[in-house]
T-cell receptor, first 113, second 113 residues
Framework: GAGVSQSPRYKVAKRGQDVALRCDPI?????LFWYQQALGQGPEFLTY????????KSGLPSDRFFAERPEGSVSTLKIQRTQQEDSAVYLC???????????FGQGTRLTVV | GNSVTQMEGPVTLSEEAFLTINCTYT??????LFWYVQYPGEGLQLLLK?????DKGSNKGFEATYRKETTSFHLEKGSVQVSDSAVYFC????????????FGDGTTLTVKP
């Protein structure tokens, strides 16, 4: 597709359930980022990949959060044993790398009940 | 640590009014500064950027000047349109080759005809 695609767009999970959020970056984009956006707040950095290498995961809030990009294209953000405070919009962005512009997907809205 | 503080919203203006959305930052060093816009139902889009002091970023009639002395990057537009209604985010980034951006909490702008 022409842009960054995220799926699902909406996810409702029961507390304690595991979830997997998918990001399809723009074809050929080397860099991929995940952000978490709570209601009424700006995006907070979670993690960053360059190709398949996870270069920065300093923003992952706990060891329940795990991200991977095994072939340097599609990425999955996994959250284990979801808790209510995990409710947020999860944004994915990709870029050609270096100082080039990052393009954002529309996000996945996760609601933990 | 690094942080971005934006003018609280929401901001409501009439068409053709002058817009200012304030943004100040706290950082050790000299980051690059950005404004992103999120239109209803869409992902974040880069609006403009400035990479060093006194640089002016501009796009679609919007402007912002990187002011090192006041650590500010205020967004301005001389005459807003209904189509400018969106959420605007100020952000900073230190390393243009790395992923991590720090965002403000966003300012919602509504322009009425």
């Amino acid at each position: 597709g022409a842009g960054v695609s995220q799926s699902p767009r909406y996810k409702v999970a029961k507390r304690g359930q595991d979830v997997a959020l998918r990001c399809d970056p723009i074809s050929g984009h080397v860099s991929l980022f995940w952000y978490q956006q709570a209601l009424g707040q700006g995006p907070e950095f979670l993690t960053y990949f360059q190709n398949e290498a996870q270069l920065d995961k300093s923003g992952l809030p706990s060891d329940r959060f795990f991200a991977e990009r095994p072939e340097g294209s599609v990425s999955t953000l996994k959250i284990q044993r979801t808790q209510q405070e995990d409710s947020a919009v999860y944004l994915c962005a990709s870029s050609l790398g270096g100082p080039t512009e990052a393009f954002f997907g529309q996000g996945t809205r996760l609601t933990v009940v | 640590g690094n942080s971005v503080t934006q003018m609280e919203g929401p901001v409501t203006l009439s068409e053709e009014a002058f817009l200012t959305i304030n943004c100040t930052y706290t950082a050790t060093g000299y980051p690059s500064l950005f404004w992103y816009v999120q239109y209803p139902g869409e992902g974040l889009q880069l609006l403009l950027k400035a990479t060093k002091a006194d640089d002016k970023g501009s796009n679609k009639g919007f402007e912002a000047t990187y002011r090192k002395e006041t650590t500010s990057f205020h967004l301005e537009k001389g005459s807003v349109q209904v189509s400018d209604s969106a959420v605007y985010f100020c952000a900073l980034k230190f390393d243009p080759n790395a992923g991590k951006s720090t965002f403000g909490d966003g300012t919602t702008l509504t322009v009425k005809p």
